[in-house]
């Protein structure tokens, strides 16, 4: 998916910090970070509508997130746990919101992720 | 609370013969999409297939599923596994509102 990209493709840390980069081409207004261990479905972590955070999932706060603009997102990680190894996706979707009609269900679009092996 | 639950972790089909995963959900919301999504070694998850209309079979890559709203279930089929299709697949439903709940996702296995 060259609509949605993520940098960098793999990161290995010890204690360093560092912040993973997403942008989207498809002009949505809704943007995740999800993180996803072995064996197990993509988790929220953080999501941003417009540029505001409205859903901040239970996560340690060595973890940042922050959104420059509707089309990118940034996830500062500082002194990583080996916990934190893990895939972390970028996604994106269009919220449709019909008035008192409520909101139509759109796709979510995943990154190409972020591999993070803490040491 | 709304959720999706997937029974099998592991399939393993061999090559040509039918396969169908489970897929049932409990959700109290009117305005409701669901979805699989397959994800390959190393890859991002991606949109396999989508529907929000009851009894609408859909169709994508040989795969089908058909909403039962009065089963609350969304199985995806197919007639006949490829070994390409061995990958991780995960039942997810979306109640609006960027408020998206996957299921804990099915292991295929498809052997020759």
């Known amino acids: 998916n060259t609509k949605i990209t993520q940098s960098p493709r793999y990161l290995i840390l010890g204690r360093a910090n560092k912040s993973l980069e997403c942008e989207q081409h498809l002009g949505h207004n809704a943007m995740y970070w999800y993180k996803q261990s072995a064996e197990k479905p993509p988790e929220l972590m953080f999501l941003?509508?417009?540029?505001?955070?409205?859903r901040n999932e239970t996560v340690p706060s060595r973890f940042i997130p922050e959104c420059p603009d509707s089309s990118k997102l940034l996830l500062h990680i500082s002194a990583v746990d080996p916990e934190d190894s893990a895939v972390y996706f970028c996604a994106s979707s269009q919220d449709n919101h019909r008035g008192t009609g409520g909101s139509s269900a759109e796709t979510l679009y995943f990154g190409s992720g972020t591999r993070l092996t803490v040491l | 609370g709304d959720s999706v639950t997937q029974t099998e972790g592991l399939v393993t089909v061999t090559e040509g013969l039918p396969v169908k995963l489970n897929c049932t959900y409990q959700?109290?919301?009117?305005?409701?999409?669901f979805f699989w999504y397959v994800q390959y070694l190393n890859e991002a998850p991606q949109v396999l297939l989508k529907s929000s209309t009851d009894n609408k079979r859909t169709e994508h890559q040989g795969f089908h599923a058909t909403l039962h709203k009065s089963s609350s279930s969304f199985h995806l089929q197919k007639s006949s596994a490829q070994l390409s299709d061995s990958a991780l697949y995960y039942c997810?439903?979306?109640?609006?509102?960027?408020?998206?709940?996957f299921g804990k996702g099915t292991s295929l296995t498809v052997i020759p």
């Open positions: 941003y509508n417009l540029k505001q955070l409205i």
């Open positions: 997810a439903l979306n109640t609006g509102y960027q408020n998206f709940y």
């Open positions: 959700t109290t919301y009117l305005t409701i999409a």
